[in-house]
């Protein structure tokens, strides 16, 4: 009860302090330009298909998620690249050499990002459990403080808060190529036992996967980039594949709420497979008002 | 409280963004911008603590004396170099800054990325090793592209390129949008988690 108060406080200030900058900003004079074209709208009538779409996506999350709650058993099909990760970790521990986690090259705004630093906290509890060091490069500093929070609570999880090393949370530069050579350094020099590629990943994501498979690292990548996941299902033993990043989280962790929102997305997918093919269907018919009605100016 | 007002902010400045995808209104979206302008400044400011790892990663390095001692002294003096020029001088066309960051800079990242062609090559060879059924298909369908897209595939047969236009733009593109599909609903499904606060593993365990 006192937690509840306390959240209802912090929501009123925050909501206040929102509010009382946004009526500052409101009432600044706007530049000259924007006057001209200044928009009184409080919604855009172009959108509405994607705000109903996002609606329906909304409610089958979160009417799975309050399904999840009551008990209902929600089945979540093997995922073999992250069953791999405990192996991963398991062998890095017998080699004792450490760990390798890459979280891609993109800012926190980068969805992907945010998934793979959840990964991080999963990945950061198991390693914290077999006392293995776990190296992790950072491109962008604002990664930085983030990655060291995941790590550091998941080793808290693990009830081993004093294993963390923060110097193995390692910015290396924001360049990306020379984040990748930095990281070459790294597998060449340590020698990690595994190499986990999780995230955002570009024109570096061969780089790393070549090198990785040169030193004979067990190797497991996941990205939603799909020009890069060619390179990485060639050059590593395991990939996760688009989705099967950001089911990483429910995956490893088998909380009831998250496993709802897995299932929520899921249904949420069979209703696009549906509409493709009602689509295809219709537009075989010369009918176009259904493919028109997904357009988004 | 170490969670609830992390939370609350991410609930809040979620929602908010949310809300500015579907409200046009100017005042609205000024706010948002103003918002996003803090973040810029939020990043540059996080600039120093990517400075004080670096820093402090590579001096405890060099004092416990290890074997690439050497490396990490010409890192850290070239981060001061660098950071010296660029402030006593300035960054802009001429500068010593300009100078290195072209000289040395430049051609080091263009020889990681010509490192890319040698990788192909390898990793290709392993792809294109017929192991199995799967294997087969993307080794011999890989060879028609190829051969599509280059003058001997038409000598061949003149609707070569048309068929390899083909693989590309139909079965290959219905994989990758079923992926994309796949990824956008995960990425909404992950925003959601978050905004609302059912993921919280970033932020500790309960």
Redesign the interface.
């Known amino acids: 009860m006192r937690?509840l108060s306390?959240?209802k406080i912090?929501?009123l200030v925050?909501?206040l302090v929102?509010i009382s900058?946004?009526l500052a900003?409101?009432q600044?004079p706007?530049p000259a330009q924007?006057q001209s074209?200044?928009?009184?709208?409080?919604?855009?009538d172009n959108?509405w298909n994607?705000?109903l779409t996002?609606v329906i996506?909304?409610f089958l999350?979160i009417y799975f998620?309050e399904k999840a709650k009551k008990g209902k058993n929600l089945f979540v099909r093997r995922i073999a690249g992250l069953d791999a990760i405990e192996e991963a970790v398991g062998r890095a521990t017998e080699m004792g050499k450490p760990i390798l986690y890459v979280p891609g090259i993109d800012?926190m705004?980068n969805?992907?990002t945010?998934?793979s630093?959840?990964i991080l906290?999963?990945v950061a509890?198991t390693v914290a459990q077999y006392d293995t060091p776990l190296i992790v490069p950072?491109r962008?500093?604002?990664v930085?403080?983030?990655a060291e929070?995941?790590v550091k609570?998941g080793y808290?999880?693990a009830g081993r808060p004093e294993a963390f090393q923060k110097?193995n949370?390692?910015?290396?530069s924001?360049?990306?190529?020379?984040y990748?050579?930095g990281i070459n350094g790294i597998m060449l020099?340590e020698r990690p036992a595994a190499n986990l590629f999780l995230g955002s990943f570009f024109?570096e994501s061969?780089?790393l996967?070549?090198t990785g498979f040169s030193t004979g690292a067990i190797q497991v990548a996941g990205t939603?980039n799909?020009h890069q996941?060619?390179?990485f299902?060639?050059?590593c033993d395991y990939t996760l594949?688009?989705?099967e990043?950001?089911?990483a989280?429910a995956y490893l962790?088998r909380e009831p709420?998250?496993l709802g929102?897995?299932k929520?997305?899921d249904y949420?997918?069979g209703i696009?497979l549906a509409a493709l093919i009602l689509g295809a269907i219709l537009i075989s018919f010369n009918v176009e008002w259904f493919k028109d009605w997904f357009f988004v100016e | 409280?170490r969670k609830?007002?992390p939370l609350?902010?991410t609930f809040?400045a979620g929602a908010?963004f949310?809300a500015d995808?579907?409200?046009?209104?100017?005042?609205?979206?000024?706010?948002a911008e103003?918002i996003n302008g803090w973040?810029i400044i939020?990043?540059t400011f996080?600039?120093?603590?990517?400075?004080a790892?670096?820093t402090?990663?590579n001096l405890?390095y060099i004092q416990r004396k290890g074997k690439?001692t050497p490396y990490k002294i010409i890192l850290l003096i070239c981060l001061l170099f660098m950071m010296t020029v660029g402030i006593v001088w300035g960054i802009a066309e001429g500068t010593i800054f300009d100078w290195f960051f072209i000289n040395i800079?430049v051609p080091?990242?263009s020889m990681?990325?010509a490192?890319?062609a040698f990788?192909?090559a390898?990793?290709?060879f392993?792809?294109f090793r017929i192991r199995s059924t799967q294997a087969a298909l993307l080794a011999i369908t890989a060879v028609l592209v190829m051969i599509g897209r280059v003058p001997i595939g038409e000598a061949i047969w003149k609707d070569f390129s048309n068929f390899a236009e083909w693989i590309m733009n139909v079965p290959q593109l219905a994989g990758?949008r079923a992926?994309?599909?796949?990824?956008a609903?995960?990425?909404?499904?992950?925003?959601?988690?978050?905004i609302v606060g059912?993921?919280r593993?970033?932020?500790?365990?309960d």
């Not at chain 1, 924001?174 to 020379?178: N, S």
């Not at chain 2, 996080?46 to 400075?51: F, Q, S």
Request: net charge negative; hydrophobic share 55%; charged share 15%.
């Open positions: 937690t306390k959240t912090w929501s925050c909501i929102l900058l946004g900003i409101a600044e706007a924007t074209t200044s928009d009184s709208r409080w919604f855009d959108r994607v705000f996002l996506i909304f999350i998620i800012d705004n969805i992907q945010v998934a630093m959840i906290g999963n509890r950072i962008l500093p604002f930085l403080p983030v929070e995941s609570q808290m999880a110097d949370i390692r910015f290396i924001d360049e990306q190529f020379a990748a050579a020099r024109a061969l780089v996967a070549e939603a799909i996941l060619p390179f299902v060639v050059a594949i688009g989705e990043l950001f089911a989280s962790s709420k998250l929102a897995l929520g997305s949420a997918k696009i | 409280m609830e007002v609350i902010i809040l908010f949310i995808y579907f409200v046009p209104h100017t005042g609205f979206s000024h706010i103003t973040t939020v990043i996080a600039y120093v603590l990517g400075v790892n670096v402090r990663v405890d690439d800079y080091m990242q990681m990325f490192l890319l990788y192909i390898s990793a290709a392993r792809a990758k992926i994309l599909i796949g990824a609903l995960g990425a909404i499904s992950t925003g959601l988690k978050v059912l993921e593993t970033h932020l500790g365990a």
